[in-house]
């Protein structure tokens, strides 16, 4: 039909005047294929639809525009804002800035708000929890026999030290306090209800979720976190008062046992033996003293300050729960800080546990080999000469011998050091038994073994090439002097003691004749009292320690070993085998009160 029908128009066309024709009709199109209809038809939907389209999405843009200024403004505040009716353009010209000026505004009255609605709270639910806070009801279900703050501070099921509480019913540690933490669900799961938060010391009800204020709690904060003022500081050392534990048992304040967790006896008695040195003790049981001191960042050596610090003030505690302490975190900042050369599992040296432990407080409380001092090096520190000769070799002839001594390296020179502490050395043990076939066990005067710093005894030091004459001569005499008596000495095979006993006086130990005689002059006082004696029993590898203490209150001695503290008398010190001493230099307004 198509092809009929277009011959026909065309040649009506062609008869029809061109004046006739109208200008608007278009006459070609009809003439057009289907084809091409289809094609101008799809063109044209597709361009109405596009039309659409486009139109649809400005709509939409600028309800979304509209829109956002009252997400913004919800999400900022709480509080709701009326949108006053604006022209659409005007809408669109403020659109960008709108929300910030918005958010900001309603901000301003919100913080203009919280005064007043503080102020409301006072009278609806805030008042509740404060009731709540003064008379919780579930005081009674603490049980301080079971509270431990000795040691670290982790989560017992997350092993996180973030936001750790203890429970006061059960003495276990948990954290955090919101509805999923290891702290509530314990709370709900075994209606254990009142928790510590180990590091803000505030008190809490679980799973209510709110503060609990009561001056009854203050003793469990004092064990968590002892403190004490310079007048009871003062007064350490004056009293002999008996503290009672909360089973009832008594004990002196700084007479206290520490637990050997499996091998750390060593590490306990040299801990002992210096929370008994008043200078050292009344220097960290105020925290003030050393809490601002400067380190580098990442720098542990700080933790054993703060360890030691919190041991001391447990150990002189007069209201602990118990009569024996922890030293729990103390050895762990020891393991670390020494890189693991001191551990808990394995016997080690007192004498190296020490000499370590003194040089590292001193190097973390910011002292130096020579300008800075601290508390450690005022206390502790003397100084002395050593004179040193060099031998020729042994083989050499006497000739060539005689020949070397006159030449300069082989003459005495002359060097002035300081020292912590005193190595004395005991004589050679012998080797065979008397006639009852027991062995024999020597003994030696203390004055006998402190030749060795006269000035005049020399004693050969054989080195891998050359050997040494050395002579000693002291110069300054410390507040505290520690004696070390060597009886440890160790081959390519095995470890082996001396089991030489010393003959020591309590007191009254003189040292003016070590002194150089111009030294002598200056030094007034050159007595010395024996204040702690620690002692190691039994095979070197194998062996345990224990330490002899005089209370400075009472005038008495105690004896102990790990848990176990009892009184001795002065002159049953002597007969051990003493291994490490502490003497305390006389003042000359001091007078003996000691009685041994």
């Not at 103390?330 to 808990?344: E, P």
């Not at 300054?476 to 003959?503: G, H, Q």
């Amino acid at each position: 039909m198509g092809s009929v029908t277009a011959p026909l128009l065309i040649g009506r066309v062609r008869r029809t005047p061109a004046c006739l024709v109208p200008a608007r009709v278009a006459w070609p199109v009809v003439a057009m294929s289907s084809r091409s209809k289809r094609e101008s038809r799809g063109s044209t939907r597709g361009k109405r639809e596009s039309e659409s389209r486009g139109s649809s999405g400005r709509l939409k843009r600028e309800r979304d525009r509209e829109r956002e200024p009252e997400a913004a403004s919800s999400r900022g505040s709480p509080v709701r804002v009326k949108r006053e009716a604006e022209p659409a353009s005007a809408r669109e010209a403020q659109a960008p800035a709108f929300p910030v000026v918005r958010v900001k505004r309603e901000r301003e009255a919100d913080e203009d708000s919280e005064p007043e609605r503080e102020v409301r709270a006072k009278n609806g639910r805030v008042d509740s929890e404060d009731r709540r806070s003064r008379h919780c009801p579930y005081l009674d279900t603490i049980n301080r026999s079971v509270l431990d703050f000795d040691f670290e501070k982790l989560c017992s099921i997350s092993l996180s030290h973030i936001n750790a509480y203890a429970c006061l019913v059960c003495g276990k540690y948990f954290q955090g306090r919101g509805l999923k933490s290891h702290a509530y669900i314990h709370s709900v799961q075994f209606s254990h209800h009142v928790f510590l938060n180990l590091h803000t010391l505030k008190f809490y009800c679980l799973p209510d979720n709110y503060e609990i204020i009561d001056s009854s709690l203050e003793d469990i904060t004092y064990v968590l976190k002892p403190t004490f003022t310079k007048q009871q500081i003062a007064n350490l050392d004056k009293q002999a008062k008996l503290s009672r534990a909360y089973d009832g048992t008594t004990y002196l304040p700084g007479i206290v046992g520490l637990n050997n967790i499996k091998a750390n006896d060593y590490a306990n008695a040299v801990l002992q033996a210096l929370s008994n040195v008043p200078p050292l003790r009344n220097y960290f049981l105020e925290e003030d003293n050393y809490k601002n001191i400067k380190r580098p960042p990442g720098d542990i050596m700080f933790l054993l300050v703060q360890r030691f610090g919190e041991l001391m003030r447990k150990l002189w505690n007069p209201r602990n729960f118990k009569a024996h302490v922890s030293p729990h975190e103390m050895l762990q900042a020891v393991v670390l800080c020494s890189k693991k050369t001191f551990q808990i599992t394995k016997q080690g040296d007192g004498v190296d546990f020490l000499s370590w432990f003194l040089n590292a407080l001193h190097s973390a409380l910011g002292g130096t080999k020579k300008k800075k001092k601290t508390i450690v090096t005022d206390v502790f520190q003397g100084s002395m000469r050593i004179f040193t000769k060099k031998l020729p070799h042994p083989d050499l002839p006497a000739e060539e011998k005689e020949q070397l001594l006159h030449n300069a390296e082989y003459q005495e020179t002359m060097v002035e050091s300081t020292f912590m502490y005193l190595t004395l050395d005991l004589p050679t043990a012998p080797l065979y038994k008397d006639e009852k076939e027991q062995l024999i066990i020597p003994q030696v005067p203390l004055f006998n073994i402190l030749a060795k710093f006269n000035g005049i005894t020399e004693k050969e030091y054989k080195t891998y090439k050359e050997n040494f004459l050395k002579r000693f001569q002291l110069t300054k005499l410390p507040p505290y002097l520690i004696f070390c008596i060597k009886r440890f000495t160790k081959n390519n095979f095995f470890v082996e003691k001396n089991p030489t006993i010393v003959n020591f006086p309590i007191t009254n130990v003189d040292l003016r004749e070590y002194l150089s005689e111009e030294v002598q002059a200056v030094h007034k006082n050159t007595t010395y009292d024996l204040i702690a004696n620690i002692v190691h029993d039994g095979k070197p590898s194998e062996g345990s320690y224990r330490i002899h203490v005089l209370h400075h209150g009472t005038g008495k001695w105690y004896e102990l070993q790990d848990l176990q503290v009892t009184d001795i008398l002065p002159q049953m010190i002597t007969l051990s085998e003493a291994y490490i001493q502490i003497w305390k230099r006389r003042d000359n307004d001091e007078t003996n009160q000691q009685g041994a």
